[in-house]
């Protein structure tokens, strides 16, 4: 089984997850920036892990044209996504709380599109928690790439 990792970064926090779950996955993988990706990087590929920083409440426009420029390459194959996001608790607004229950994040989003695209989730949607809107991650989100990692890593080898 080979992975590819996918991922869009504006401050580096994103691609900073991306390295992470490349570096743990026990499986031959590889790291690509979205607006690298390529049709062939699909098909080759059986695993995939797509993450995204949460802007406007939604993934950035590279991961969505991934995603729809590609839709029929991810039939069938296994994937899990990933988004960083601002912590609206400690941000503690009530209009971007109210926002967040009306609109969501940008993982949740991923995971819809892939599935409407016949992609298997191996894992629900994970997110990480940047400081403030740049970041950088925080020491609790190391801790949870760490521990979702080994889950992923868990159900690949069910998979096989």
Known sequence: ???LVIYYSYY???KRVAEEYQK???IESKLLSADAVTEADILEND???IGSPTRAFN???PIRNVLKKYKSAFKDKLVVSFDTRADIVQINSKILT???K???YAAEKIDKLLVKNGAKLIESHKWYFVKESEGPLT???YVGISNDVAIVNRKLKENG
Do not use: D
């Open 59 to 61: 993934m950035v426009k």
């Open 12 to 14: 580096g926090n994103t």
């Open 98 to 100: 109210f926002m967040v």
């Open 47 to 49: 695993f995939f892990v």
């Open 1 to 3: 089984m080979k992975g």
């Open 139 to 141: 020491n609790e989100s």
């Open 24 to 26: 743990l996955l026990e």
């Open 102 to 104: 009306r609109f969501g």
